[in-house]
């Protein structure tokens, strides 16, 4: 489930983004309906809560107090006799209610169609607000639910009643009127610095308690309407198009996009109690760690004759106040999770193992083709037998489209026709609908030509996710008058003699003369939407972009997918599930590959018409400095339109090979990798060049990422050795130009001891994506030092010593990093559980423990000790509590322990402290202290080769709890090792202490 907030503004957002519409504009009205009707299908509720300042009933209250002392009171604007506005209004209040009254009537007109598309919606505003008399609104609220609350019966401060009408009877619980049982704060208005602050300001947002009980009325809503909870990672790969190959690589997710490994609750209760009871009271019957996971009000009377009375749970005290209560009282229902036992936890965190374990989550025919692919030997005759038929099948079919495919191309605009001329449209569009390709609409885009502004096309084969227009043409138009002058001084104004400029403009020539750009004659700059073209140098090459963001092109444009490509991370995917099957089988293949290029890949498809008139690229000529326009014929590279165009191709075309050819491969934008066994691999590459060929695409025959198939091969930058395949391990690393590259560039700021913070970032950038391939987080701590230099304003910045030391980390760990290497995906985990206390009042002790569980779910050992006095001094200078430290403490110390029995194996971690969890993850701790024990984590995880995790559990199931407070009396530590901890070994070298 996911939520979109939309406002005409972002200023009261608080850590949320808001999707910014004005209702009481026509454009962004009809963006919003457009919206709608897009996400038609995934929509469950929409609710709006129209400011009511011009409607208040507020208005009428006399102050004669305040009005005497000179303070400017607020006045009607409206009456039920005219609630679009008092007849003689004038100036800014005239153009108050002209502006509410076109809000008002955009949200009766957006309600109507979401009730046509069947979405439930709801409206919000005070009781007595005159916003209920619009003709609009009072039309349609004629129909549908109301109910009517105060807020103080659901958490606010104030007295303040609501009116809620709904289209559907969902929010019917909500109702109820102040009982009179608890204090409310006043309305009067406040003189502040010479102002009034009226109250009304802070009862604008919902009060914490109504958003918990609106939000699980829409849980259960939605779940009725077949939406699916997911409360583990295992249940939500399920449901979900999350990607979870990533962790293949050692990628280790931040934030709260994955559920836990174990789920939190071992079962759910109905809890029971009047409304006026605080929910810590209620809950306190429940074991420590149950929680409230929805809440919703009800009238007793409802309840008691609806439901079986022995269904809720509830102590003695108030099983007897319920019985006391009115029909009409107030009660309130929760769904109470009570956390798992220790042991029930354990058991469920050995079967869950490591994610990587799971993480290769192919669609089943993937599998299948990955399978064919490593059939026996004497089967390569088959699989090679369905491509040939395949290639001759199109082929002949090519053959006879062909008069059809050159009508198709002389019905074009000329420069869409001669852009197209050597595609086999027809033929393309014959096999996605043979093969059942979602995207059904895909060859005409192509035809027509793709659009870079406004909505693009929902396609089907990207997950949903809707990203709205900032502008509509005619606002960019508008914008165009003053961005345009900016943006041809900021051309001009480049150095128009360096390399960088020449290059650029002799690859400008070559696109004039192939058609894909063309000088424009641009009498009006202002007329038009403009782009900058400027090189950029990437190794050995200058590529040209087209910076279509600076005219505001790319903020035209309205997406309803989210664009995802097949990287890196699929590939890894592909060849784990290979390494495994081969090994569950005992057929051990040697496996080569190798990657196919398309040259100029964008440009070998055009835009469409409407955008090839509004769009022209400024461009410098070299030397002279003058400006030239180009307009556009062929994809910018640069248009965020030309970015999803694209990607629609080469999932197409991907498609094909997979389905029809029957090929393990992989598309990257314009790079298609493929794997193969060593006996097929002349097939396979035979049918991939026969298929580019078949239907018009340009691909590069020679150049280095060219070369043949080979065990050690090029890919995405990266280098994939295949060598020890039938060993069943892979390494996927950097090559050795880029590992050189790198350590050039961090000698040169070493020995300046100057950077500046746009270098730092770039820098930062590099050193990300360098540790995504490498083994090990050492250098997390070395990149964030790089990344906070990148944010200081100063032109350039002095090197400090601590910063010089980072630098020369990350040049060391450029040179002896080794690859990652990838194995079979069925490797047993380690599952240990650390937790860390610090108790007493005057005198604070602190203590560790952990235990630990083999593959097999036995306990092989466990650990619990106080920590060194001398430990605890050094931590309590700098903390009067530093649980945080100690939460982080006994994971080091676990690798000290049982080093030799977790190296080169997976292993999880279970802490209960997010705060410790979220520092491992990131490899940074958030105190020097902290930082000094992840760095050291992360160097002897590096040494022993593990492959960590680190997932959250719960207290009350925490079963390192006990151990770490000394008590070892727990069932499931009998018959286990308890081991001593190395305080020595921890105290060695620098952090030895006096």
């Known amino acids: 489930m996911r939520v979109l907030a939309v406002d005409h503004s972002s200023k009261r957002a608080h ?5 910014l519409f004005d209702l009481t504009c026509p454009e962004q009205v009809a963006q919003l309906s457009a919206l709608v009707h897009e996400e038609r299908a995934r929509l469950a509720w929409i609710h709006f809560a129209p400011a009511c300042g011009t409607a208040s009933r507020a208005r009428e209250r006399p102050l004669p107090h305040l009005e005497a002392q000179g303070y400017p009171v607020a006045q009607p604007l409206r009456s039920p006799e005219f609630p679009l506005g008092l007849p003689n209004l004038q100036g800014v209040d005239k153009e108050r209610v002209a502006k509410a009254n076109k809000t008002y009537e955009a949200t009766a007109n957006l309600c109507q169609q979401a009730i046509a598309l069947n979405i439930t919606c709801s409206l919000e505003n005070p009781v007595n607000s005159l916003f209920w008399c619009v003709p609009c609104i009072a039309q349609l609220v004629q129909t549908g639910h109301t109910c009517v609350f105060d807020n103080c019966m659901h958490g606010g401060a104030r007295k303040k009643t609501t009116r809620w009408w709904s289209s559907e009877p969902w929010f019917d619980s909500l109702q109820g009127l102040c009982d009179g049982k608890h204090q409310h704060k006043p309305w009067a208005p406040v003189q502040e610095a010479g102002r009034l602050r009226y109250p009304s300001a802070e009862e604008a947002a919902y009060p914490p308690l109504l958003c918990e009980r609106l939000a699980s009325i829409l849980v259960e809503q939605c779940k009725a309407l077949g939406a699916v909870l997911s409360s583990d990672l295992s249940s939500q790969k399920l449901h979900t198009s999350i990607n979870t190959h990533r962790f293949l690589l050692n990628m ?30 209620a809950i306190s019957m429940f074991p420590k760690g149950a929680r409230s996971t929805s809440r919703q009000v009800w009238e007793w009377g409802k309840i008691r004759a609806d439901c079986r009375f022995d269904s809720f749970s509830f102590s003695a005290e108030l099983r007897e106040r319920l019985h006391s209560l009115e029909v009409s009282s107030k009660v309130e229902l929760h769904q109470v999770g009570i956390p798992r036992e220790p042991e029930d936890f354990v058991s469920r965190a050995t079967e869950c193992g490591h994610p990587r374990s799971s993480a ?8 299948r083709v990955l399978e064919e692919n490593l059939c026996d030997n004497k089967c390569d005759s088959d699989l090679a037998a369905v491509r040939v038929g395949f290639i001759k099948k199109w082929t002949k079919r090519a053959v006879e489209l062909k008069q059809q495919e050159a009508s198709l191309k002389d019905s074009m605009p000329e420069y869409l026709s001669t852009l197209l001329r050597p595609k086999k449209l027809l033929l393309l569009k014959e096999m996605l609908e043979e093969l059942e390709y979602p995207d059904a609409k895909l060859v005409d885009d192509i035809c027509k030509g793709f659009r870079l502004s406004g909505w693009l096309e929902t396609t089907g084969v990207f997950p949903p996710c809707v990203k709205r227009p900032q502008y509509d043409l005619g606002t960019l138009l508008l914008l165009a008058k003053g961005l345009n002058k900016s943006i041809i001084s900021r051309v001009e104004s480049g150095d128009a003699s360096s390399d960088i400029a020449k290059t650029t403009w002799h690859q400008t020539l070559e696109e004039v003369e192939k058609g894909y750009v063309w000088f424009a004659e641009v009498p009006d700059p202002q007329s038009f939407v403009l782009a900058k073209r400027f090189g950029l140098q990437q190794a050995e090459k200058v590529r040209v972009i087209d910076d279509c963001t600076i005219g505001g092109l790319n903020k035209a444009i309205g997406l309803v997918e989210k664009y995802k490509i097949h990287s890196i991370e699929e590939i890894a995917a592909f060849l784990c599930w290979m390494l495994s099957f081969m090994g569950k089988t005992g057929k051990h293949f040697p ?3 190798r990657t196919f290029d398309l040259k100029a890949a964008y440009k070998q498809f ?3 018409p409407d955008d090839r008139n509004l769009l022209r690229i400024v461009c410098q000529k070299p030397d002279s400095g003058e400006v030239a326009f180009l307009g556009v014929n062929a994809l910018p590279f640069g248009a965020v339109g030309s970015v999803g165009a694209f990607l629609r191709i080469s999932l197409a075309l ?4 997979m389905r029809g050819l029957r090929l393990a491969w992989s598309a990257f934008f314009d790079d298609f990798t493929v794997i193969s066994k060593r006996s097929l691999a002349v097939n396979a590459e035979q049918s991939v060049e026969a298929l580019f060929d078949l239907l018009g695409m340009n691909f590069a025959r020679e150049g280095s990422i060219s070369e043949g198939f080979s065990s050690v091969f090029k890919t995405l930058g990266l280098q994939i050795d295949l060598s020890s395949a039938k060993s069943g391990r892979v390494q996927l690393g950097h090559t050795e130009k880029r590992r050189k590259e790198l350590q050039e560039t961090l000698s040169s700021f070493i020995d300046s001891g100057i950077i500046t913070p746009k270098q730092a970032e770039s820098l930062r950038g590099r050193m990300h994506w360098y540790e995504s391939f490498v083994f090990g987080r050492v250098a997390n701590q070395a990149v964030q030092t790089v990344g906070s230099i990148s944010t200081l304003e100063v032109g350039s910045h002095k090197l400090s010593i601590r910063e010089i030391d980072a630098l020369k980390l990350l040049r060391d760990r450029v040179l002896v990093s080794p690859p990652l290497t990838i194995a079979p995906s069925s490797l047993d985990a380690w599952v240990i559980f650390t937790d860390g206390a610090c108790e007493g009042a005057e005198k604070k002790v602190g203590s560790i423990g952990g235990v630990n569980f083999d593959p097999a779910g036995r306990c092989r050992g466990f650990f619990g000790a106080s920590v060194p006095e001398t430990y605890m001094q050094r931590l309590l200078k700098n903390s009067l509590n530093p649980i945080y430290e100690l939460e982080i403490l006994p994971v080091l110390m676990s690798l000290f322990i049982w080093k030799s029995v977790i190296a080169r194996s997976q292993v999880v971690f279970y802490l209960d402290n997010d705060a410790a969890r979220s520092g491992l993850i990131k490899g940074a701790g958030a105190t020097l202290e902290a930082s000094e024990l992840i760095r050291e984590f992360t160097c002897h995880e590096m040494q022993l080769q593990c492959m960590t995790w680190f997932a959250r559990v719960p207290t009350h199931s925490n079963v390192a709890d006990g151990p770490s407070r000394l008590d070892f009396r727990a069932r499931i530590l009998k018959g286990a090792v308890k081991e001593e901890i190395p305080w020595e070994d921890f105290f060695s070298g620098s952090r030895k202490l006096d």
């Not at 850590?15 to 999707?19: R, S």
């Not at 931040?254 to 409304?275: I, M």
């Not at 290769?360 to 025919?365: A, G």
């Open 15 to 19: 850590g949320v983004h808001i999707a």
């Open 252 to 281: 280790l997710p931040r934030g709260k996009q994955f559920k836990p490994l174990v789920s939190e609750f071992a079962s759910y209760v109905a809890l029971l109690h009047p409304s006026d009871v605080p929910l810590t009271t």
């Open 360 to 367: 290769v989550h192919l669609s089943k025919e993937v599998v």
């Open 591 to 593: 496996l080569i590959g």
């Open 606 to 608: 055009g835009i469409h």
């Open 654 to 657: 991907w498609f094909i090979g």
